[in-house]
């Protein structure tokens, strides 16, 4: 088990626009409502490098900025962890249909945009940031596994990770051997001390699965999160929204899960 | 951060299957690379696996079928491999075995087969085809799980060209973390069209065999390999002769471009001084620099001023991809096996191809192989959305 510390959040998902707004609804403030997801226009990057960024670049940098701007960290100064079950679908489906073809064309731009670390590298351009940065993918267990890497690189390297995690569905004929129900991201600032920012700490653990992960009480955010690898983070935030001690099982491997036990800040550090 | 043994390796490329065809290979200075023809008027070299063609993977494997992970497979059949993880299932037990591995592509190619395969009325993929043991960018991680019995964590790393020498910082921290005891890490690039027209597209393959730090050196040769190695806690216990340490890693982002290095190597010099900084050394501790040189004139300049700028001009450096042609998401597992090869046999390899060195870059580059002692190596690896990688070795004493 290792402990780290959770300063800021960022989240875009049907009906879950931004971390305000999503807290008030997984903390049953106020009812979930769902809505198409409204990316907003990055104004880090500058005009050129914005003109080329697709949907998974966006989402990503969208909640990545919002941890970011809640934490009121420098994003440029902050090692940072991707994770995400598959590149931007768009680009790749565009790809082999042009490799499909007889001539064959592919578009530069469309080919670095396919790249698993494309969102990385637009970040890393948008906020000047030269420190690592790591992009992974594990299927279904994509966001389990990131938190896990965000997780050990805070208390390792003793510094502060930006998680983000992102997921949107696939264009047609893909979406039809992965289905992805609907799109979301999340960013998790992550310290390994806290700091003043910082609200919860998390234990992360990683468990051999004797308990199934937890489910979202809402069906609606339940179906959110079975549809999307990376809402698997969804009753995690639920957790962090209530402002609760929690155990929270994550999905992760085969059986195995990822346990995350939330405590609220001053509880925490009344317990230190 | 604390030392990690390498304890084995196994390798797979153009240059051959094993750690000794490699080496003799490197040694003779035989190049992998060869004329292909691709639709469209294309000519190019590549780095092939002939055996791949018509390698099967074991019936229990069947789905996930496809060139990547028949890549992969051939490489765990290599160099007493699958006794020795074998044996580290029994040290450890399986679920303590972290599994870190890269690919930039996965296997891409079956989905390109898969495309070509639609049904012409609907569009749909061939039922035969499956995302998740093939295309997805976990598949190899999946794909090796199984055919080594392995039930720890497990990740794919990809970052493009740097992925597989950044794998072996996701498995540090995942080891220091306590999340495992040891791990396996490696992964497998797939010769694909994807790759092939991808970099045609942005004018970065040469037509002929790739070559580094050439005047001449026009663009890059796509090979395809993969390579593994085992790594573990190396405190405590003797080491076996002729060991190799993981001593320091590095990792950096351009914050430049997408598809093009920092003209003044800035990222490529904060990897490699924090891969130093980690293992504590000074540039002069290092007997060889085994480079990233892809062979594109704007990359080689790159890292010849980051080199210059960090060792001066004596630091004997190299690259081997006119060897193996760039093997993408597999070059940082490729090129620390022949690192680590550098320095179990005193060789230091030199350039295949290149025949009249660039006077515009000053580091001390070796076209020819040279025998020599190499106690501490460095590895670069460089790639896409400027994501940057340098380990460090050392022959344990």
Redesign the interface.
């Known amino acids: 088990m290792?402990r780290v510390y959770v300063e800021g959040i960022g989240v875009r998902g049907e009906g879950l626009d931004g971390w305000p707004a999503a807290a008030a609804v997984l903390a049953g403030r106020r009812d979930y409502l769902p809505a198409p997801v409204a990316l907003p226009v990055n104004t880090l990057l500058p005009a050129n490098e914005r003109r080329?960024m697709v949907t998974t670049v966006k989402l990503a940098l969208a909640v990545g900025t919002e941890a970011f701007a809640n934490a009121k960290r420098d994003p440029g100064g902050t090692a940072t962890v991707f994770t995400s079950?598959?590149?931007d679908g768009d680009t790749?489906h565009n790809?082999?249909?042009?490799?499909?073809c007889e001539?064959?064309?592919?578009?530069?731009m469309r080919?670095?945009?396919?790249?698993?670390?494309?969102p990385?590298?637009?970040w890393?351009?948008a906020?000047?940031?030269?420190?690592?940065?790591?992009?992974?993918?594990?299927?279904d267990a994509?966001f389990s596994?990131g938190l896990?890497?965000a997780?050990?690189?805070a208390?390792?390297?003793h510094r502060a990770v930006g998680l983000i995690a992102y997921d949107l569905p696939y264009p047609?004929?893909?979406n039809?051997?992965?289905p992805i129900g609907s799109t979301f991201a999340v960013g998790l600032i992550i310290t390994p001390a806290p700091s003043e920012a910082s609200f919860a700490s998390l234990a992360v653990a990683?468990t051999?699965g004797n308990e199934p992960p937890t489910a979202m009480a809402e069906p609606r955010l339940e179906a959110i999160r079975l549809g999307n690898p990376a809402a698997r983070s969804l009753p995690l935030l639920a957790a962090l929204a209530r402002d609760i001690e929690a155990k929270v099982i994550l999905e992760y491997?085969?059986n195995?899960t990822v346990t995350v036990s939330t405590t609220p800040l001053p509880l925490a550090l009344a317990a230190q | 951060m604390q030392p990690l043994l390498l304890s084995h390796f196994a390798i797979v490329s153009s240059l051959g299957a094993g750690l000794e065809a490699t080496l003799a290979a490197l040694q003779a200075g035989r190049s992998g690379l060869r004329p292909h023809s691709y639709?469209?008027e294309f000519d190019t070299w590549i780095g092939k696996v002939d055996a791949l063609d018509t390698f099967r993977l074991d019936e229990g494997l069947a789905p996930f079928e496809c060139r990547n992970n028949r890549l992969a497979a051939m490489a765990m059949a290599q160099d007493g491999f699958a006794e020795a993880v074998a044996a580290l299932r029994e040290k450890y037990g399986p679920?303590r075995i972290g599994l870190v591995l890269g690919t930039?592509t996965a296997g891409?190619e079956q989905?390109?087969r898969a495309?070509?395969r639609?049904d012409p009325e609907t569009?749909?993929?061939p039922s035969d085809?499956?995302?998740?043991e093939t295309?997805?960018?976990?598949s190899v991680?999946?794909f090796v799980?199984r055919a080594l019995d392995l039930?720890g964590?497990?990740?794919?790393?990809?970052?493009?060209c740097a992925t597989t020498a950044?794998a072996f910082?996701?498995a540090?921290?995942?080891i220091?973390?306590?999340?495992c005891d040891a791990a396996i890490v490696g992964g497998a690039d797939t010769l694909c069209?994807?790759t092939i027209?991808?970099?045609?597209?942005?004018?970065l393959i040469s037509r002929e065999p790739c070559r580094p730090f050439d005047r001449g050196r026009d663009g890059i040769s796509i090979g395809e390999a993969s390579g593994f190695a085992i790594v573990e806690k190396a405190a405590g216990g003797r080491l076996p002769p002729n060991a190799v340490l993981l001593r320091g890693i590095g990792?950096?982002?351009?914050?430049?471009?997408?598809?093009t290095p920092h003209p003044d190597g800035?990222?490529a010099r904060?990897a490699m001084e924090r891969a130093l900084a980690a293992a504590g050394m000074a540039p002069d501790d290092i007997d060889y620099v085994n480079i990233h040189g892809t062979a594109t004139p704007v990359g080689d300049a790159a890292e010849d001023r980051a080199l210059v700028e960090l060792f001066g001009r004596e630091t004997p450096c190299s690259s081997t991809k006119g060897y193996t042609g760039h093997t993408l998401g597999a070059a940082g597992i490729v090129e620390t096996i022949i690192a680590a090869l550098a320095i179990q046999n005193s060789f230091m390899p030199g350039s295949a191809n290149t025949q009249d060195v660039d006077p515009a870059l000053r580091s001390r580059y070796l076209t020819a192989g040279q025998h020599a002692p190499v106690r501490r190596a460095m590895s670069n690896s460089f790639?896409?959305?400027?994501?940057n990688c340098s380990l460090v070795l050392e022959r344990a004493s």
């Open positions: 290792i080329r079950s598959g590149g790749i790809i082999l249909d042009a490799l499909a001539q064959i064309e592919v578009s530069p080919f670095h945009n396919s790249v698993h670390n494309a990385s590298g637009y890393s351009i906020t000047k940031a030269v420190e690592p940065t790591t992009s992974l993918c594990v299927h994509s596994a896990l890497e997780a050990a690189q208390t390792v390297d047609a004929p893909l039809a051997v992965r990683l051999q491997l085969g195995d | 639709p469209g679920h930039s891409i989905t390109e495309y070509r639609r569009g749909r993929l085809f499956r995302y998740a295309h997805n960018t976990f991680g999946k799980a039930t964590p497990a990740i794919v790393v990809s970052a493009a950044k910082g996701n540090a921290r995942m220091a973390a306590g999340f069209s994807t027209y991808g970099f045609r597209s942005l004018g990792e950096s982002s351009d914050a430049y471009h997408m598809s800035a990222g904060l790639g896409f959305g400027g994501s």
